[in-house]
């Protein structure tokens, strides 16, 4: 164990800037990096505010970080594919190689992954961290630190396009325009959707989004999804739908808004379970898809980003110190709608 400063969430609503004890000790197969920057997710700030998420609950103190890139600083034997002084970012969530998930190639869905920042598992936001070299993933020397540390939110996005199996041309909707519906958007657009409509009730997030070409948004609280949805595709449906929002309210008319044979993806975790429209989805023949995390998207995204198809810079609001993680973290909070990423950079 190295005694290593880090910012600590003590028990809920209880951030320390503090040493800790973490092991880093760079074994086979592993590397040593040296942290650059990291996002602040919604999941770290819902530990902070709420100390639980569903099942995991906050028992022991816990690091709180999961977006992050860096450099590496150590290369552990039989590491073959990085150096030190690469510049990578980092998939959260290790699993057991030797799963039956893992195996299918679903390593996401594995019963035992580990993902940092998910009790009891520490996060990154500490100068230094060990990972395996199998899921840290080197960035282009044009993309910044703060675009890797962008790679983890995208990456659900990435995913939630690649389970929609969008065909060019396609219309998507995307129901909540937080972080998650935002990027679920752009890799919608970088998939070959002609166009996306956005939908969500706070109009900043809707005036980010709509920076994007090809993104329309509309306004829930003077606009009808279903009606505007209808108007643009001239009765026929969406292709896809995207549900982000994970608010029990897009349950109740989801089913009017694909097109016949269309597709459902779903993002957004209602907090409750929700009744939903079984036989709304029947009489269409809908397929209905369901996002956890991420697996295989890295090396996709980050190759999306390096393109310049995808531009992920415009959705980092303000970056903060290190020795400002608290104020990061009470800034997120404070969750301003004009706010789509706040990040937290090591050093300069
Ligand atoms: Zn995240």
């Known amino acids: 164990m190295t005694k290593v400063r880090a910012l600590v969430l003590e028990r809920q609503h209880e951030l320390a800037l503090r040493d800790i004890d973490?092991?880093?000790?760079?074994?086979?197969?592993?590397?040593?990096?040296?942290?650059?920057?990291?996002?602040?997710?919604?999941?770290?700030?819902?530990?902070?505010?709420?100390?639980?998420?569903?099942?995991?609950?906050?028992e022991a103190p816990m690091v709180l970080g999961h977006e992050a890139a860096g450099t590496i600083s150590a290369v552990g034997a039989g590491v073959t594919h990085l150096k030190v002084g690469d510049r990578v970012c980092m998939e959260p969530g290790i699993p057991d190689a030797n799963s039956r998930a893992s195996r299918l190639g679903m390593y996401n869905v594995d019963p035992a992954v580990s993902f940092w920042a998910t009790p009891p598992v520490h996060g990154v936001l500490t100068a230094e961290v060990v990972h395996p070299a199998n899921y840290t993933f080197k960035l282009p020397d044009h993309v910044s630190f703060a675009e890797g540390a962008m790679v983890e939110p995208f990456a659900v996005g990435m995913q939630a396009a690649s389970k929609a199996r969008i065909a060019p041309g396609d219309t998507a909707v995307v129901l909540g325009a937080g972080p998650i519906g935002t990027m679920v958007a752009l890799a919608a657009l970088a998939g070959g959707c002609a166009r996306v409509m956005v939908a969500d009730l706070a109009q900043p997030k809707l005036d980010i989004a709509a920076q994007y070409q090809g993104?329309?948004?509309?306004?829930?609280?003077?606009?009808?999804?279903?009606e505007e949805v209808a108007r643009l595709t001239e009765g026929w449906g969406a292709d896809v739908v995207f549900e982000c929002s994970g608010s029990p309210q897009a349950w109740k008319t989801i089913m009017e808004l694909p097109r016949p044979g269309g597709t459902i993806v779903v993002v957004g975790l209602p907090v409750e379970p929700v009744a939903v429209d079984i036989a709304?989805?029947?009489?269409?023949?809908?397929?209905?898809?369901?996002?956890?995390?991420?697996?295989?998207?890295y090396d996709r995204a980050i190759a999306l980003i390096a393109s310049g198809k995808v531009?992920?810079?415009?959705?980092?609001?303000?970056?903060?110190?290190?020795?400002d993680s608290v104020k990061a973290f009470d800034r997120a909070v404070e969750a301003r709608p004009d706010d789509v990423k706040i990040q937290i950079r090591m050093h300069e």
């Open 22 to 58: 973490l092991p880093l000790d760079v074994g086979p197969g592993m590397v040593g990096i040296a942290i650059h920057t990291v996002g602040v997710c919604g999941s770290d700030v819902h530990y902070y505010t709420h100390g639980k998420i569903g099942p995991f609950v906050v």
């Open 215 to 226: 993104i329309i948004p509309v306004n829930i609280r003077d606009k009808n999804v279903v």
């Open 280 to 297: 709304g989805a029947s009489i269409k023949e809908l397929r209905i898809e369901n996002v956890f995390r991420y697996a295989h998207q």
């Open 311 to 323: 531009d992920l810079k415009p959705l980092i609001s303000a970056t903060f110190a290190f020795e």
